[in-house]
């Protein structure tokens, strides 16, 4: 993939990058809709720390 020079308003330059977010998880409660979300956020990360 290719990384292109885009422009972003003001606005959006300012805004934080977060990385991480508390919330209350329970893998013994999860769901296998919750485990392919985790799986799919893992990729999402990755991707991201890529570029």
């Known amino acids: ?3 292109k020079n885009l422009q972003l308003p003001k606005t ?3 805004l934080p990058i977060v990385k991480a977010q508390d919330v209350e998880f ?3 409660e999860a769901d296998e809709e ?3 979300a ?3 956020a893992e990729a ?3 991707r ?3 570029f």
Do not use: F, P, T, V
């Open 44 to 46: 999402a990360d990755k």
């Open 26 to 28: 329970s893998i013994d």
């Open 1 to 3: 993939m290719e990384k």
């Open 48 to 50: 991201q720390n890529e």
């Open 38 to 40: 985790m799986e799919r």
């Open 12 to 14: 959006a330059r300012r």
């Open 34 to 36: 919750d485990l392919e």
